[in-house]
């Protein structure tokens, strides 16, 4: 693969897509679907008076939550999978509460943590921590036992096994669950910030949608989606820097 | 004094309501410096043997002794290679044969050290490679040098062989022969093929199976000269043995 060439097929995405957006938007033809000539007119315009502190916000909220997911996420992953006992114990646990729908939780981590950053934060973490927890997890059952005997007969101790195998071996089951949940937790988070905020993307785009300004509102999709970008791109980033073994 | 003794080693292995003797009555001494290969059919308990003498299997009855010591992959030094070479994929070449001598917290005396082990077994200009970028006998020669860097007190290897071409697997068994030469490390190599038994092996060890047991210690008066793999002799050899095993595996 060509690393140097990888931003200019970035680019080629943006392009192809606002090439699309611009065919709707003349052939729709209203003001709720604008050109992007427009928004981004518009964009350049408030990006920095307005929409930055948003976007600021909301990007802390998912760095926070991921931080949390992870440094929770990967030992938890790690003990569960290297050592059975913890398996059979915490995976019914896991599997219990993974698939409760963490949204119609909101109104009850806002009582118990408030309105502010810790509900939304929380939030975000539960999201990402499960997925964490069981890529990690099974990366490290789908190791070969064979890899570990030369460790072993070196009288290496688990946290030597952790460095050299478990870690290392289960990155890129990591790396492919952080980016599926981030999706999620993207979605997740504009609609928590809909709620006992002033600031987040969010609550941006929701209020310039009330106040019928859809410049505003587009302006905010863009930004949001840009910080997706951002996010996917930062992870591929770290599998190539870390995991470039795997395709060798 | 011998270097390894074991002495009434007994294995068994549960599956399900049954018990199964891997290993039985096993008896073997092996002296400071020397090797020997293990031959035995399938179910002979060759790479179980190799797992307890590496502290990998634990769950074992009889005496087992390393320098006189029971084994203790903590405080002695054993090296060990499997059948997949045991390079960890993630690992670049330099790192993989560091791999040993940064677990065991112990410095090379000096980068040359371990340059002169990468000169050695030819991986010049390949220590940035990982090793799915590798062959079989280059990936062979990296496990080699992890294994030799660390000076072991036993090098235990479980087929080392056996996944290379004809032409490959003679050359580094030469390899092995010539780095083992200068470093005299004890060596105990489990293989299915005799003459690698009788090339590598100063004492072959031949197991029968259902339970592993020891039938034969050979001491082998070939090891070690100059061009034997081309004399009558090592064939003649090569010939009686088998026609021993022969006979032990169909009684």
């Known amino acids: 693969m060509n690393e140097k060439g990888s931003g200019i097929w970035y680019l080629y995405g943006i392009l192809i897509f606002i090439a699309a957006w611009q065919a709707v938007a003349s052939w729709i033809n209203l003001p709720i679907i604008p050109s992007p000539a427009k928004v981004l007119e518009n964009l350049v315009k408030i990006f920095a008076s307005q929409i930055a502190i948003h976007g600021f916000y909301s990007l802390w909220r998912i760095v926070a939550g991921v931080f949390f997911a992870i440094i929770i996420g990967i030992p938890l992953g790690l003990c569960m999978g290297y050592f059975p006992r913890w398996d059979r114990y915490l995976s019914p646990l896991v599997y219990l509460t993974y698939p409760i729908p963490k949204i119609a939780l909101l109104p009850v981590f806002m009582l118990l943590f408030g309105l502010g950053e810790y509900s939304k934060i929380l939030m975000i973490f539960l999201i990402i921590v499960f997925q964490v927890i069981i890529a990690v997890r099974d990366g490290v059952k789908g190791i070969p036992k064979e890899t570990y005997y030369p460790l072993y007969s070196l009288g290496a101790g688990f946290i030597d096994i952790c460095r050299e195998i478990l870690i290392p071996a289960s990155m890129p089951k990591f790396l492919t669950a952080l980016r599926v949940a981030m999706a999620t937790a993207v979605s997740v988070l504009f609609f928590t910030e809909t709620f006992g905020t002033k600031y987040g993307m969010g609550y941006f785009i929701m209020d310039a949608w009330m106040r019928v300004n859809y410049l505003e509102m587009y302006s905010g999709i863009a930004v949001l989606s840009n910080i997706g970008l951002i996010l996917f791109g930062t992870i591929d980033y770290i599998e190539r820097k870390t995991c470039s073994w795997q395709y060798k | ?251």
């Open chain 2, 1 to 251: 004094m011998a270097m390894i003794r074991i002495k009434d080693l007994h294995v068994t292995y549960q599956a399900g309501e049954n018990r199964y003797d891997v290993l039985k009555n096993i008896h073997l001494e092996l002296a400071e410096g020397e090797t020997c290969a293990v031959i035995g059919p399938s179910g002979s308990g060759k790479s179980t043997l190799l797992k307890v003498l590496s502290g990998i299997l634990t769950d074992y009855k009889g005496t087992v002794e390393i320098n006189g010591q029971a084994v203790m992959p903590r405080s002695q030094t054993i090296g060990f290679i499997p059948q997949n070479y045991g390079l960890l994929a993630w690992k670049n070449v330099y790192d993989n044969i560091r791999l040993g001598i940064k677990i065991k917290h112990v410095h090379p005396d000096s980068q040359n050290h371990l340059n002169a082990m990468i000169e050695l077994l030819g991986l010049n200009g390949l220590e940035a490679r990982y090793p799915g970028e590798l062959s079989g006998g280059q990936q062979q020669r990296v496990a080699l040098a992890r294994a030799f860097l660390l000076k072991p007190d036993l090098l235990l290897m479980d087929e080392p062989f056996s996944a290379l071409d004809a032409l490959t697997r003679e050359d580094i068994q030469n390899v092995f022969l010539n780095v083992w030469r200068k470093h005299a490390t004890s060596t105990m190599l489990v293989t299915h093929h005799m003459e690698e038994a009788v090339y590598l092996g100063q004492k072959i060890v031949i197991m029968s199976a259902a339970p592993g047991t020891i039938s034969y210690i050979v001491d082998n008066p070939l090891f070690g000269i100059e061009g034997i793999r081309n004399q009558p002799e090592f064939f003649q050899l090569c010939i009686k043995l088998r026609k021993m095993i022969k006979e032990d595996w169909s009684k």
